[in-house]
């Protein structure tokens, strides 16, 4: 059974300025995926960035990239330039590539971004 | 193309009533998913259809709980006779396969609150 864990609940920053959200899961397949969903007040479940685990280099969308750490089972979200716009719950979420539940996505608990003007 | 519809987007219901909790994936989706989100948690799988079938319905209650993807219309999930702790965010998703190389669209979600 795949395991995800977000550590910050809560967190803030200044419009502009540069957050990053951590994310550290647990899993014994070795071919998954990564993602970061964003849930705005109007609850919609939109994704942010995916990370497909086979490949090196960081995800990267506009002013959202990722660090992917695989040895260390970490994946954590940058967002750059922060707006208003991007006050939400973030949710970190991951989907095995194949086999029993590759259609399952298991999250994490979130964390809850503010972003302040 | 619309996007993933879920109807109603509010459902108040009293102990022991039935809800009924409607999804019209996107076009030229045939892969239906169910996820429910309790208070201050993520989201978490209950069920995966496709049309006319049941494929996993691991994550949800053994009582109380059915879902389906009928040949026409929407995905339904049905709760009957419903209680405190069923009150919770549903959502839907639907993807045009059911692998993990596609990205699944979720819908806007119904919140439940039973009274």
């Known amino acids: 059974a795949q395991t995800v864990t977000q550590s910050q609940p809560e967190m803030s920053v200044q419009e502009a300025e540069t957050v990053t959200l951590s994310c550290t899961y647990d899993?014994?397949?070795?071919?998954?995926?990564l993602f970061w969903y964003k849930q705005p007040p109007s609850r919609q479940m939109i994704l942010v960035i995916r990370?497909?685990?086979?490949?090196?280099q960081n995800a990267t969308e506009n002013r959202f990239s990722v660090n992917f750490q695989k040895a260390a089972k970490s994946f954590s979200l940058k967002i750059s330039d922060s707006q208003l716009g991007d006050t939400a719950m973030y949710f970190c979420a991951f989907i095995p590539y194949s086999g029993a539940g590759s259609y399952q996505l298991t999250f994490g608990k979130g964390t809850k971004l503010s972003v302040i003007p | 193309n619309a996007g993933v519809m879920q109807n109603p987007r509010h459902l108040v219901r009293r102990r022991g009533q039935e809800a009924r909790l409607r999804c019209s994936p996107m076009?030229?989706?045939?892969?239906v998913y169910w996820y429910r989100q309790l208070p201050e948690e993520g989201l978490k799988f209950m069920v995966y259809l496709q049309k006319e079938n049941i494929i996993d319905e691991s994550g949800m209650p053994k009582e109380r709980f059915s879902a389906e993807f009928p040949k026409e219309g929407p995905s339904i999930l049905r709760i009957q006779q419903v209680v405190r702790g069923d009150s919770a965010a549903y959502f839907c998703a639907s993807s045009p396969d059911g692998g993990g190389t596609t990205e699944a669209f979720f819908g806007q979600g119904t919140r439940l609150t039973v009274v």
């Open positions: 899993t014994s397949e070795n071919n998954y995926y």
């Open positions: 990370q497909e685990a086979y490949k090196q």
């Open positions: 076009k030229g989706h045939s892969h």
